[in-house]
């Protein structure tokens, strides 16, 4: 039996390539519903509005977070008969044309949640400024020195979920921050439950329009977030 696949996408301020992307993951020759979750500050009209069968559009209003989002889309899509979810960037920065490959990979292995990882050996990062690149290899080996759960990366959001992973997380998932911490807290909660994690290789672009979320004050809470999940993670097995 084929499975059912959803992709979460969030967005925020990404009028200059949402629209492009749905049209993308349109032309992929698989069966598949795409649930936007958007906290843009006004209506994307065109996406409200949107007659595309397989396509739900969810506003929340105001910016609530990345990782706050992703869960309030799982749980949405939780609800459906979905065996197979995946999130992804609105920003191009993970290639919707990975997506069938990444898919069937996670098929074959069983996998329970699959991280498309910037640090394998054959991955690529392309056009990233040296200070976030520099950024993202200090919060990744903190995190693995921190939690422990061996995966390279830690912070990038092309994965893709089992059902009993989804559970997990929506249930007990966003308790310690918002923002790429979300992403850290996941990865912990599902390594403590011993379901099956993976990572594959991917190509990691840079965006080449709109602007990113990422600020200081992001920054300075996924690290706080970080440190809670360190003080907490023996704590979670119990829960």
Same mark, same amino acid.
């Given at each position: 039996? $084929?499975?059912?696949?959803?992709?979460?996408?969030?967005?925020?301020?990404?009028?200059?390539?949402?629209?492009?992307?749905? !049209?993308? @993951?349109?032309?992929?020759?698989?069966?598949?519903?795409?649930?936007?979750?958007?906290?843009?500050?006004?209506?994307?009209?065109?996406?409200?509005?949107?007659? !595309? $069968?397989?396509?739900?559009?969810?506003? !929340?209003?105001?910016?609530?977070?990345?990782?706050?989002?992703?869960?309030?889309?799982?749980?949405?899509?939780? $609800?459906?008969?979905?065996?197979?979810?995946?999130?992804?960037?609105?920003?191009? +920065?993970?290639?919707?044309?990975?997506?069938?490959?990444?898919?069937?990979?996670?098929?074959?292995?069983?996998?329970?949640?699959?991280?498309?990882?910037?640090?394998?050996?054959?991955?690529?990062?392309?056009?990233?400024?040296?200070?976030?690149?520099?950024?993202s290899r200090m919060s990744n080996f903190l995190?693995?020195s921190l939690l422990g759960v061996p995966v390279?990366?830690?912070?990038?959001?092309?994965?893709?979920? +089992?059902?009993?992973?989804?559970? @997990?997380?929506?249930?007990?998932?966003?308790?310690?921050?918002?923002?790429?911490? @979300?992403?850290?807290?996941?990865?912990? !909660?599902?390594?403590?439950?011993?379901?099956?994690?993976m990572e594959t290789n991917t190509i990691f672009?840079?965006?080449?329009?709109?602007? +990113?979320?990422?600020?200081?004050?992001? @920054?300075?809470?996924?690290?706080?977030?970080?440190?809670?999940?360190?003080?907490?993670?023996?704590?979670?097995?119990?829960?």
């Open positions: 039996m $084929k499975k059912k696949i959803v992709i979460i996408i969030p967005t925020y301020k990404e009028e200059e390539n949402i629209f492009q992307l749905i !049209r993308k @993951i349109d032309k992929l020759k698989f069966k598949k519903d795409v649930i936007i979750v958007d906290d843009s500050p006004k209506i994307l009209e065109n996406l409200k509005n949107s007659k !595309r $069968k397989n396509f739900t559009y969810l506003y !929340r209003g105001k910016k609530l977070g990345r990782g706050s989002a992703v869960i309030y889309g799982l749980k949405y899509a939780f $609800k459906k008969n979905y065996n197979l979810f995946i999130e992804m960037d609105a920003d191009f +920065s993970h290639n919707p044309n990975e997506l069938m490959s990444k898919i069937k990979f996670f098929n074959k292995n069983s996998i329970d949640l699959l991280v498309a990882s910037r640090y394998k050996k054959n991955s690529i990062i392309k056009n990233w400024p040296l200070q976030r690149t520099i950024l995190a693995r390279t990366d830690y912070t990038n959001g092309f994965r893709f979920y +089992s059902k009993r992973s989804v559970k @997990i997380i929506i249930t007990k998932c966003g308790k310690i921050g918002d923002g790429f911490i @979300i992403l850290s807290e996941i990865l912990l !909660r599902i390594f403590q439950m011993k379901y099956k994690i672009v840079d965006r080449k329009r709109g602007e +990113s979320s990422v600020s200081l004050s992001l @920054i300075f809470n996924s690290l706080l977030g970080l440190f809670k999940l360190y003080i907490n993670k023996n704590q979670f097995k119990k829960l």
